[in-house]
């Protein structure tokens, strides 16, 4: 068993949903990173966060320590939202991150 | 983009051939990685850095060498590449004192043939 995973691996949505995309893991962090993966290959970092919720413009990420799961939401979504979404943990001690396989989102007009 | 180049961006080498991909970053970050990424599986530790002559393995780092004789410079190596080598390779650096948020390359895309 991976120590993140996300689901679902693929999520079709039309333009305008609401989307959600789940990661769990099994392991004790230090933090949690929301990563986006452009159609081109380019990896950008989204959110980190170690509690709460963080919000960024339509994108939201929350996360809940004691259950181990973060969602990465996406109000009123978009074409160019379409890229592979990427959660990752931090360990506890360190700078390593174990990465999931990530959620292809595509958002059709 | 936390100035960071690879290079080659793509290559295409023949198995047995020793191949050096590089990484280069412009504003002296201690850590630096390097990831290789393939269809079914998340991105995967090879080697990482966290100073000058200061390397440690990662999750899949046989068939890999890594050198740093400096800050902004993290070499990975196959020294006789293989086919199951090809793949997808990013480099990575993280600032540490953000809960180490790591930023990355663009990528090099390594054929093996």
């Known amino acids: 068993k991976n120590e993140v995973e996300q689901s679902p691996q693929n999520l079709t949505a039309q333009e305008g949903e609401f989307i959600t995309i789940n990661c769990s893991y099994s392991v004790g962090i230090s933090a949690l990173h929301w990563l986006q993966q452009h159609p081109g290959g380019g990896i950008v970092s989204l959110f980190m966060l170690s509690s709460g919720k963080k919000k960024h413009g339509r994108l939201i990420a929350t996360i809940n320590i004691q259950e181990k799961h973060s969602s990465l939401h996406i109000t009123a979504s978009h074409p160019r939202d379409s890229a592979v979404y990427i959660c990752?943990?931090?360990?506890?001690?360190?700078?390593?991150?174990?990465f999931g396989e990530g959620t292809q989102l595509t958002v059709n007009p | 983009d936390a100035g960071i180049t690879q290079s080659p961006r793509h290559k295409v080498t023949e198995t047995g051939t020793p191949v050096t991909l590089r990484c280069h970053q412009t504003e002296n970050h201690r850590y630096m990685y390097w990831y290789r990424q393939d269809p079914g599986h998340g991105l995967r530790l090879i080697h990482y850095?966290?100073?000058?002559?200061?390397?440690d393995k990662g999750e899949v780092s046989d068939g890999y060498s890594v050198s740093r004789s400096k800050t902004e410079d993290f070499l990975l190596t196959l020294e006789s590449a293989t086919s199951s080598q090809t793949s997808v390779y990013f480099c990575?650096?993280?600032?540490?004192?953000?809960?180490?948020?790591?930023?990355f390359g663009p990528g090099t895309r390594l054929t093996v043939t």
């Open positions: 850095s966290y100073g000058v002559k200061d390397t």
């Open positions: 990752a943990v931090g360990a506890p001690s360190g700078s390593r991150l174990t």
């Open positions: 990575a650096i993280s600032v540490s004192g953000t809960d180490y948020e790591q930023y």
